[in-house]
Structure formats: structure tokens, C-alpha cells
């Protein structure tokens, strides 16, 4: 059974979870399920991410990140990005990126907050640096990650807060740049009915643990302000003005 997640490459989805595992990456932002640009399909929710690795000590690092997501009609989409916080705290993590992508037009807008600037730019797909494509430091060959699909295992059904969705276990394998193969496996579980996945659980090397969760799921039209550049925000000409490590106390930082 092939799950359908979104309209990019394989690889370049599966990374963009995968790469919140590795140290570089967690002090970033804390990535999320793939939402699909599908209209008439209107949602609020909330993404709730827990991510572990495992130092290079040895000691082991859990960050978590709670961000809320939402589809209108129109197939627009908004997401939130949140730095990874250390899971024994109890206050929101601090709210790095929004992201707001209009189907129709093809335009992304990232607003950020700590800053209050944003870029907007028309783009023919996802960014790969940007939004839930980072890709830090992932090995490459010829420019390409070095991944291919080696498993794929039908997990059947079950309900998920009474939606219906469709499981699968994927044992991937990616080649680094000495030839070391590097065996991670994923469990994702689709919902037909919203077109996006519910849960992913990734277990990859070195026992790292990625769980996103999507929760609170309200089937109600979202409240158009959120799809709005505030007024009191400048524009920039670059898509991330500033780096995101100048955000102190996250997870790694």
C-alpha cells in the first residue's frame, strides 16, 4: 500500500522529518506533518512534535515543540514553526517562523515573529531550505541526497480521533559520502478523508525518535486573519533575514 504525503519527491519528505534528529538541525525549528494544498477542505489543528538524539557523549536530548496548523477553503495553508524546547518545560516553545502558502497564486509568506519581518516570494514548489525542507548537512551525492526506499510494510486501519486512517512502516536507506549505509524506519498513518498524516514516527540511527502528532483536529473554516501579513511587519528581500541561531536557549544552542 503506498500512502499518499505530499506532491514532492519522496525523499524530499521524508527527509525534512528526518533531519530533525540530528544535532544541527535541533536548535532549529521544530518540523511537522506535510500539509496538502487540498481545497474544500477546511481544518484547524494542532502539531505536536517530540524529538530524542543521542549526543555525541552519549547522553541522550529530548526537545519538544507544540504548534498550531490550519487549512481554508481556498487550499491555503498555515503552519507555525517553533524552536525545540527541552521537554521538562512547561511554558510554549518560542515561536520562530509562520509560513502561509496560497495555492493559487503560488506565493509563500514567511512571517518571523522575533524580528517582525517577512518575505514573500512566488515559488514553483516548496522551498528546500525553508518552511519543512531543511536540509542541514544531509549526506549528498551529485547534490542529491544519497536515499532510496528499501521496505514498505502495510500496517491496515484503526481510528485516530474518529477519523479513519491507513497505516505503513517504511525501512529506508541512506548512502553518506563514505559508502555507509545508514538504516532508518518510519511509521506513518494517512487520513484519506483530510489527505495528510495524523502520526509519523521515525526511529533512526543511534536510536533517535521523531513522533509528530496532529491533534484537536476542528473540521471548521479558519479565521482569515491568520493568512495576513501584520502591519507592523517590514519586509525583507531575503527568505530568513537573519540566522535562527541568534535565537538563544533552545534545545543544542
Known amino acids: 500500500m503506498r500512502v499518499r504525503r505530499s506532491p514532492l519527491p519522496a525523499w524530499s519528505w521524508k527527509l525534512s522529518l528526518l533531519l530533525v534528529l540530528t544535532p544541527a538541525a535541533m536548535p532549529q525549528m521544530a518540523n511537522g506533518i506535510f500539509i496538502t ?51 521538562t518545560e512547561s511554558v510554549p516553545s518560542l515561536l520562530i517562523l509562520v509560513d502561509i502558502y496560497d495555492p493559487r497564486t503560488k506565493t509563500y509568506t514567511f512571517l518571523y515573529p522575533p524580528f517582525r519581518t517577512f518575505w514573500k516570494g512566488t515559488l514553483e514548489r516548496p522551498p528546500l531550505l525553508i518552511a519543512d525542507e531543511y536540509f542541514y548537512g544531509w549526506p549528498t551525492r551529485d547534490g542529491m541526497p544519497a536515499y532510496r526506499l528499501a521496505k514498505e510494510e502495510d500496517l491496515g486501519t484503526q481510528t485516530i480521533d474518529g477519523m479513519t486512517v491507513r497505516g505503513v512502516r517504511e525501512t529506508q536507506e541512506v548512502i553518506d559520502e563514505s559508502g555507509k549505509k545508514i538504516v532508518t524506519t ?39 486573519t491568520i493568512f495576513e501579513i501584520p502591519s507592523n511587519y517590514k519586509r525583507t528581500e531575503t527568505p530568513i533575514p537573519r540566522p535562527l541561531s541568534d535565537l538563544k536557549d533552545g534545545i543544542g544552542q
Do not use: C
Open 37 to 87: 494544498s487540498v481545497p474544500d477542505i477546511p481544518f484547524t489543528a494542532i502539531s505536536e512534535l517530540e524529538s530524542t538524539y543521542i549526543k555525541p557523549d552519549g547522553t541522550s536530548v529530548t526537545g519538544k515543540a507544540t504548534r498550531a496548523i490550519a487549512r481554508d477553503s481556498k487550499g491555503r495553508i498555515f503552519k507555525e514553526g517553533r524552536r525545540l524546547e527541552p521537554i
Open 186 to 224: 518510519g511509521e506513518y498513518w494517512y487520513s484519506d478523508d483530510l489527505h495528510m498524516n495524523l502520526v509519523a514516527t521515525i526511529n533512526g540511527p543511534d536510536k533517535s525518535i521523531l513522533t509528530v502528532r496532529v491533534t484537536q483536529v476542528e473540521r471548521t473554516e479558519p479565521d482569515a
